[in-house]
């Protein structure tokens, strides 16, 4: 809060004195604005810590500078203009609602990089898009669930009925069923990203209902202090929450937004900068699993071998042959997805028995 | 715990003095300090993320706590859950079978003649506020010992607000207060249970459910004007600036 306040001191300094685009560019400064609270342990701490990441690896090469909870829409756009004016080189936009406010400025300043994430608007030669295949890591937790659960039955928390969940819902259903078709998940949803006090309800709710193993797509610490409470297992959400339920956390899928940071703010410094789409996985360092932890070995083994599949074998968890819920064939044995198709997902596999909200 | 309910009186305190001493507009002033209090404790709180939090242990109770059933759920429970009962026992004495209770209510019902019978309207409302405050801060506790033994910002996620409506579905009793408090926890986890049960009803519905049978029953106990009216302090809301 304090930064912010500053930040936006910063901003509005800068603005006032009629400080043109900075003059020395001995440095090279990059700029984030970020959704949420840093301090939020899940997305936006995550994408925080990628800032982190930049610092300690250029030094003094570069200069940072953030602002934190800026909300979706005008706001959003005023600080972006506030960072291009304040001398940023390249600005990262870290959440999906940024997206228009981010090609209007973008037009305005067309020799600022701009970085939006999870959007796909790419309107100004200036804007680049980013991404990460979470999904990857949840194949992974189906594979584990599968192998831990005594029942065969996994409670699920997930958080709106958008694509980008979806997907993650039916990646782990897939990996479960690699390992046991007849695989069971009962999947509530919370209708929010962030309640602590609801996801617990949830987790409370499922664990009542006799699923012995829990995952989440929502972003705070409850449902594993209940399932540490129950003495069940269960996976982590966006950062390694090991310390917050050390003997249930199984892994957790951890977006490591570093790797990526770095290798922009480096092309930027190189002048080789272009515009570009990336929806980075495993391979690319972007998705990372926190350790394998309070499983036996054998279950460590496979969770082990399925990561390296992916990461070498360039695996796609959306491999042929899968069947839509109502039992139509959607891909042929061999057959994997493509991306599009995969970003607009909008229907369980077969073996979900839930009824996709609309 | 104590903290929190030192803070919840604080604060209380403070909106005494708006309130009451400067006689501000009592909507407003709530809804600012709500949002005070929520930036503070983001301010204060900020070391606290991301640590795991200290958990109450529940206080089991022996020998009743292995009562068939009801033993786990009545007996073997967070302290704060036995206050909590204690509180509504102790509230209900005290406004209706002790003076003090009296005088609470007369200041309530009509400022104008507690005032002319020199009762000290303005120091019984402080008192009335402080002690709300206070229960506030408890419940605030609650949520961040025992429900989910951890801090984060903005964690209440607006549920305090449900107090204003469960006074008001509980017409000033505080047993029904109680009551209501867990016919409103029940409708909440419900819909939850309802989701893993499989029951297809649109959990946008499930969970507009709390707040639907909130203007529900509203609707249904304002039906009878006379009987909402008569346990409605009639001083509700006014503001007493004496005559000099």
Same mark, same amino acid.
């Given at each position: @809060?304090k930064?912010?306040?500053?930040?936006?001191?910063?901003?509005a300094?800068?603005?006032?004195y009629?400080?043109a685009?900075a003059?020395?560019?001995?440095?090279?400064k990059?700029?984030w604005?970020?959704?949420? &609270?840093?301090?939020?342990?899940g997305y936006?701490?995550?994408?925080?810590?990628?800032?982190?990441?930049?610092? #300690?690896?250029?030094?003094?090469?570069?200069?940072?500078?953030?602002?934190?909870?800026? &909300?979706?829409?005008?706001? $959003?756009?005023?600080?972006?203009e506030?960072?291009?004016?304040?001398g940023c080189?390249?600005i990262f936009?870290?959440?999906?609602?940024?997206?228009?406010? +981010?090609q209007?400025?973008?037009?305005?300043?067309p020799?600022i990089?701009?970085?939006?994430?999870?959007g796909?608007?790419?309107?100004?030669?200036?804007?680049?898009? /980013?991404?990460?295949?979470?999904? #990857?890591?949840?194949?992974?937790?189906? +594979?584990?669930?599968?192998?831990?659960?005594?029942?065969?039955v $996994?409670?699920?928390?997930?958080?709106?009925?958008?694509?980008?969940?979806? @997907?993650?819902?039916?990646? /782990?259903?897939?990996?479960?069923?690699?390992?046991?078709?007849?695989?069971?998940?009962?999947?509530?949803?919370?209708?929010?990203?962030?309640?602590?006090g609801?996801?617990?309800?949830?987790?409370?709710?499922l664990?009542?209902?006799?699923?012995?193993?829990?995952?989440q797509?929502?972003?705070s610490t409850? &449902?594993?202090?209940?399932?540490?409470?129950?003495?069940?297992?269960?996976?982590?959400?966006?950062?390694? @929450?090991?310390? /917050?339920?050390?003997?249930?956390?199984?892994t957790?899928?951890?977006?490591?937004?570093?790797?990526?940071?770095?290798?922009r703010?480096?092309?930027?410094?190189?002048?080789t900068? #272009?515009?570009?789409?990336?929806?980075?996985?495993?391979?690319d360092?972007?998705v +990372?699993?926190?350790?394998?932890?309070? @499983?036996?070995?054998? +279950?460590? $083994?496979?969770?082990?071998?399925? #990561?390296a599949?992916?990461?070498?074998?360039?695996?796609?968890?959306?491999?042929?042959?899968v069947?839509?819920?109502?039992?139509?064939?959607?891909?042929?044995?061999?057959?994997?997805a493509?991306?599009?198709?995969?970003l607009?997902m909008?229907?369980?596999?077969?073996?979900?028995?839930?009824?996709l909200?609309? | 715990?104590?903290?929190?309910?030192?803070?919840?009186?604080a604060?209380?305190?403070l %909106?005494g %003095?708006?309130?009451?001493?400067l006689?501000?507009?009592?909507?407003?002033?709530? =809804?600012?300090?709500?949002?005070?209090?929520?930036?503070?404790?983001?301010?204060?709180?900020?070391? %606290?993320? *991301?640590?795991? *939090?200290v958990?109450?242990?529940p206080?089991?109770?022996p020998?009743?706590?292995?009562?068939?059933?009801v033993g786990?759920?009545?007996?073997?429970?967070?302290?704060?859950?036995?206050?909590?009962?204690?509180?509504?026992?102790?509230?209900?004495?005290?406004? %209706?079978?002790?003076?003090?209770?009296?005088?609470?209510?007369?200041?309530?019902?009509?400022h104008?003649?507690?005032?002319?019978?020199g009762?000290r309207v303005?120091?019984?409302?402080?008192?009335?506020?402080?002690?709300?405050?206070?229960?506030?801060?408890l419940a605030g506790?609650? =949520?961040?010992?025992?429900?989910?033994?951890?801090?984060?910002?903005?964690?209440?996620?607006?549920?305090?607000?449900?107090a204003?409506?469960?006074?008001?579905?509980?017409?000033?009793?505080?047993w029904?207060?109680?009551?209501?408090?867990?016919?409103f926890?029940?409708?909440?986890?419900g819909?939850?249970?309802?989701?893993?049960? *499989?029951?297809s009803?649109?959990s946008?519905?499930?969970?507009?459910l709390?707040?639907?049978?909130t203007?529900?029953?509203?609707?249904?106990i304002?039906?009878?004007?006379r009987?909402?009216?008569?346990?409605?302090?009639?001083?509700?809301?006014?503001?007493?600036v004496?005559?000099?």
């Open positions: @809060m930064k912010l306040v500053m930040a936006l001191a910063a901003g300094a800068a603005i006032a009629g400080a685009p003059a020395a560019q001995d440095k090279t990059a700029c604005i970020y959704v949420g &609270p840093i301090g939020d342990f936006s701490y995550q994408h925080h810590q990628g800032l982190l990441d930049v610092e #300690e690896h250029f030094g003094d090469k570069v200069e940072t500078a953030y602002l934190e909870s800026v &909300p979706e829409g005008a706001d $959003a756009e005023r600080a972006l506030r960072f291009a004016r304040s080189d390249i936009a870290t959440s999906f609602g940024f997206m228009d406010p +981010v209007k400025v973008a037009a305005k300043f020799d990089k701009f970085e939006h994430a999870t796909f608007k790419r309107d100004h030669p200036n804007v680049a898009t /980013f991404n990460s295949r979470f999904h #990857e890591g949840r194949y992974v937790q189906g +594979v584990i669930a599968a192998k831990m659960s005594e029942k065969g $996994a409670g699920y928390i997930a958080s709106f009925p958008i694509p980008e969940v979806v @997907m993650g819902i039916n990646a /782990f259903m897939l990996g479960a069923q690699s390992v046991n078709p007849d695989f069971q998940v009962k999947i509530v949803w919370a209708n929010t990203w962030f309640d602590a609801k996801e617990a309800d949830a987790a409370k709710a664990l009542d209902q006799g699923v012995d193993i829990i995952t797509h929502t972003d409850a &449902p594993l202090q209940v399932a540490a409470d129950r003495g069940i297992k269960g996976f982590g959400q966006a950062s390694d @929450m090991i310390k /917050f339920a050390p003997e249930t956390q199984l957790s899928i951890v977006d490591d937004w570093g790797p990526y940071y770095i290798e703010v480096q092309a930027v410094m190189d002048g900068w #272009e515009q570009q789409d990336v929806w980075g996985g495993m391979k360092g972007h +990372v699993m926190a350790p394998y932890t309070n @499983m036996p070995d054998d +279950v460590k $083994a496979a969770a082990e071998a399925i #990561e599949k992916i990461k070498d074998e360039n695996f796609n968890p959306f491999t042929g042959p069947y839509k819920q109502d039992g139509t064939l959607w891909l042929e044995e061999g057959q994997v493509p991306d599009g198709e995969v607009r909008n229907f369980y596999i077969k073996g979900i028995d839930d009824k909200p609309n | 715990m104590f903290a929190a309910v030192l803070v919840g009186a604060f209380a305190l %909106f %003095f708006l309130t009451l001493s006689v501000t507009n009592q909507v407003a002033t709530g =809804l600012a300090l709500t949002l005070l209090g929520l930036g503070v404790s983001g301010m204060i709180g900020e070391a %606290f993320i *991301g640590l795991p *939090g958990r109450m242990t206080l089991v109770i020998v009743l706590s292995d009562l068939p059933v786990r759920f009545l007996f073997a429970q967070a302290p704060l859950f036995y206050i909590s009962i204690l509180l509504v026992i102790g509230v209900s004495y005290f406004l %209706f079978s002790t003076r003090a209770g009296l005088t609470l209510r007369s200041v309530g019902d009509n104008d003649s507690a005032h002319a019978l009762i303005i120091a019984v409302r402080y008192a009335a506020v402080v002690f709300g405050g206070a229960c506030a801060g506790a609650y =949520l961040s010992l025992v429900y989910t033994p951890q801090w984060i910002e903005n964690m209440t996620a607006g549920r305090g607000w449900i204003l409506a469960l006074v008001v579905f509980a017409s000033w009793r505080p029904r207060v109680l009551a209501g408090a867990y016919l926890g029940a409708v909440s986890i819909q939850l249970h309802a989701q893993v049960i *499989g029951v009803v649109p946008q519905f499930l969970s507009a709390p707040y639907l049978a203007i529900a029953v509203l609707v249904l304002s039906r009878n004007r009987l909402t009216m008569v346990n409605t302090p009639a001083c509700l809301g006014r503001p007493f004496p005559a000099r």
